[in-house]
């Protein structure tokens, strides 16, 4: 085999389901992640047919199904009065696209990824390994780590995430410019919610400048609730700066009561807010040696609820090329070659969908009025 170990940076959704990829195809991988333990933030994500197609590939959409919801239909409705204004069936999706939409708990996507890549190499795994630099040459890569560590590899992935370190070293010079939202994120026991919420499963309001969006969890037993858009303090980047429901509550008071009564009752420590960053599009995701990978190749804000989908698609073309490949460097550039009009794509549409909140003239679009969910990235050609 010419690539005998092949180093990930950054235990996310991307870069495990890239091990995972590569395991498959007989790759010996080392995933190595800041995290002292490798877990999901508390949070929801929409996992769409584009994504399922290689988690299916990966042998993990079967039990992923199985932890998640399936709503039968998804509601956009009046931000003021929550009225129904449109339906979207999820067996429409599931008959065109071959699979429906889920709604997933974070951590049971990673625990499922963590457990496939653990099991196929009890060793793969390395939490405390916070990447800060690495010395290419034209045989390998040397990665140092904060601890003191070191490792060698023949081919580096980097799947550290929006603030990506690898890609700070390798492409500087990237505009990132805070865009003047913020988002709010948390977690509710489906007890606390009003029934109105829970009756209506996933539902999309979109006021001026601001959305909220609420969808169940796990059977239906958790609501995942997201509200987006403009703010009017600057906040720091990360998912986990805790705020307080009456922030919440202040920037939203014109949404409709039931959806500020779920608000009132998110438990004490349980929201967390974010700022936003715009950031251009990489020029280039690879170099001889190492490529990027999920949102350190295509950071992404969440308009399009896509970044997590991108960053599974990205691991299985990853793993396509390597295997398609007699060298890390045709590997890379195939790799590359099939993937960045697709990132790089997806990331400017997500940037729009992020202007169109902001100006009420510009119409707003789904990833399914986008045609993102065709995409399969198990037989797309590598
Ligand atoms: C509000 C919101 C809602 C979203 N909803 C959806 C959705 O519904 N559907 C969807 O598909 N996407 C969604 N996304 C986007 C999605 O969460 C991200 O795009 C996705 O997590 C990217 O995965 P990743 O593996 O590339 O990066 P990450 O998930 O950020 O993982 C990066 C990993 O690298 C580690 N790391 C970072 N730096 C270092 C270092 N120096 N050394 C070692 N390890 C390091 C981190 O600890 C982390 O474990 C949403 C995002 C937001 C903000």
């Given at each position: 085999m010419y690539a005998k170990r092949i180093i990930v940076i950054g235990a996310g959704i991307g870069g495990l389901a890239a091990a995972l990829g590569l395991q498959r195809r007989g790759f010996k991988v080392a995933v190595d992640e800041r995290a002292r333990e490798i877990r999901e933030v508390g949070a929801g994500l929409i996992v769409t047919a584009n994504a399922r197609r290689a988690l299916h590939d990966l042998g993990v959409d079967e039990d992923l199904e199985r932890l998640s919801c399936c709503v039968p239909i998804m509601y956009t409705c009046n931000?003021?009065?929550?009225?129904?204004i449109r339906e979207h069936p999820n067996a429409g999706i599931r008959e065109k696209y071959g699979f429906a939409t889920l709604q997933v708990h974070r951590a049971d996507l990673h625990t499922l990824l963590m457990n496939a890549v653990a099991a196929n190499d009890p060793e793969a795994l390395h939490p405390g390994h916070e990447f800060v630099g690495l010395d290419e040459t034209e045989t390998g890569v040397t990665v140092r780590f904060a601890n003191g560590a070191t490792d060698s590899g023949d081919a580096l992935i980097g799947a550290?995430?929006?603030?990506?370190a690898i890609r700070a070293l390798?492409?500087?010079?990237v505009a990132t410019t805070f865009n003047g939202q913020v988002a709010f994120r948390a977690l509710l026991p489906a007890n606390a919610v009003p029934d109105r919420v829970n009756e209506i499963g996933q539902g999309m309001y979109a006021g001026p400048q601001r959305y909220i969006l609420h969808y169940p969890l796990r059977g239906g037993r958790i609501m995942n609730i997201i509200g987006c858009g403009q703010a009017t303090a600057w906040e720091e980047e990360g998912w986990a700066i805790p705020a307080t429901n009456d922030e919440f509550l202040n920037a939203y008071c014109d949404f409709a009561p039931h959806l500020l009564e779920m608000i009132g009752n998110?438990?004490?420590?349980?929201l967390f807010k974010w700022g936003l960053r715009d950031r251009e599009p990489l020029a280039?995701?690879?170099?001889d040696r190492v490529g990027m990978l999920g949102d350190a190749a295509h950071p992404m804000t969440?308009?399009?609820?896509q970044g997590a989908c991108l960053a599974i698609e990205d691991g299985m073309l990853l793993a396509r090329a390597f295997a398609a490949s007699e060298s890390v460097k045709e590997a890379l550039v195939r790799y590359e070659g099939a993937r960045k009009e697709r990132g790089n794509g997806v990331q400017l549409m997500s940037l729009e969908e992020g202007r169109a909140l902001q100006d009420p003239r510009i119409p707003r679009k789904t990833a399914v009025d986008r045609g993102l969910?065709?995409?399969d990235p198990v037989t797309v050609p590598v």
């Open positions: 931000y003021q009065t929550g009225e129904i550290d995430g929006n603030a990506s390798l492409f500087p010079g998110i438990p004490e420590g349980g280039t995701w690879t170099t969440p308009f399009l609820g969910l065709k995409y």
